[in-house]
């Protein structure tokens, strides 16, 4: 394994729980915050009591299904990709919740080694009353997550939206690179993946050297952590994460932000046309639209509108919702031509 060549994720010991320390959001780097959701009623229970936590988490479940990804013991709980690419190498299936719980606890005493995962679940809809019970102010207005498995791994992979993740029950390692390490985590496929994300095809509990080689300078800047139950981490917006799950059961509930307006859309969208549009061109084509992209886009300069009256810039002025709406449309008449 990889992670005794990692540098530890910057740690700070809350004291106040149920306050992010300040200056966390603005260092743009990975933060511990330890014990910072030790006081949550849904925290403080006996973390190894498998029991306690289906009790307390019964408060608040619903019937309505919600979305479980099942693997078998030869995936090794890391969810992915087949080994011909040409499918993945889990099922989805659908439950409520309750009785995905019961099928984690068996697990726990079968031979089987399956894993099983709940990803991505808005506490919202499928916990009701747990955020209410269990608070925490992050900025913004951010979308509330659940996350429930025994052994799992998720791949490396990044999100845009800033995150903080807080380990309920179980405990998880977390791994982070930086967004400029892309190049040597040997992404997979951007618009086939398995969760919505692309992820890293290396396998970081027995990575193979000889098939992803730059892997290695990778190590050098990679930084980890294990986190306990009301522990958190800050993980800053595109920087690339793979989480470990290291107990038979695991609860874990994230928070969500844009720092920019919701209506303005992903750049991951942008990328995509830009892959389907520029990438094939000719060398001096892609190096002038490089030159367009930097000028408008990358390194924009207010004296590059200056000279447009400001009711005619169109899309290089302030943009509000309704702005947005019609540019959006008229993006869809374009690529419906």
């Not at 099928?103 to 955020?131: C, M, N």
């Not at 800053?236 to 799950?245: D, F, G, I, L, R």
Request: glycine share 6%; charged share 20%.
């Amino acid at each position: 394994m990889i992670y005794d060549a990692l540098s530890p994720v910057e740690t700070i010991d809350v004291t106040e729980p149920g306050v992010i320390p300040t200056g966390v959001f603005a260092q743009d780097k990975p933060v511990v915050m330890r014990g910072l959701v030790r006081k949550w009623p849904a925290v403080e229970r006996k973390a190894t009591d498998f029991q306690a936590l289906k009790d307390y988490l019964s408060k608040f479940w619903t019937q309505r299904p919600v979305t479980a990804y099942v693997a078998p013991s030869e995936a090794r709980g890391r969810f992915g990709y087949n080994q011909a690419f040409n499918g993945f190498n889990f099922q989805v299936g659908s439950a409520p919740l309750a009785d995905i719980i019961e099928r984690i606890e068996e697990a726990q005493t079968a031979d089987e080694g399956r894993a099983i995962y709940v990803g991505s679940t808005p506490v919202k809809e499928w916990l009701p009353g747990f955020h209410e019970a269990n608070f925490l102010q992050v900025p913004g207005e951010p979308l509330v997550n659940f996350w429930l498995g025994n052994r799992t791994t998720v791949s490396a992979h990044y999100d845009f939206p800033s995150n903080v993740a807080c380990v309920v029950a179980g405990s998880r390692r977390f791994t982070l690179f930086p967004t400029e390490q892309v190049g040597n985590l040997y992404v997979g496929p951007i618009d086939r993946t398995p969760s919505g994300q692309p992820i890293s095809l290396v396998d970081f509990d027995d990575p193979d050297f000889h098939s992803y080689p730059k892997f290695k300078e990778a190590l050098h800047v990679g930084q980890t952590a294990v986190l306990q139950p009301g522990d958190a981490i800050f993980i800053p917006s595109m920087w690339w994460h793979h989480v470990k799950a290291l107990a038979d059961c695991n609860l874990l509930v994230n928070y969500w932000w844009l720092d920019n307006t919701a209506f303005m859309g992903s750049p991951f969208t942008a990328l995509m046309h830009a892959v389907m549009s520029i990438r094939n061109l000719r060398p001096a084509q892609r190096d002038a639209w490089q030159q367009l992209f930097n000028h408008y886009v990358f390194k924009p300069d207010q004296t590059n509108v200056d000279h447009i009256p400001e009711l005619a810039r169109g899309c290089l002025g302030n943009l509000d919702e309704d702005d947005v709406r019609r540019l959006r449309a008229e993006l869809i008449n374009r690529l419906n031509r």
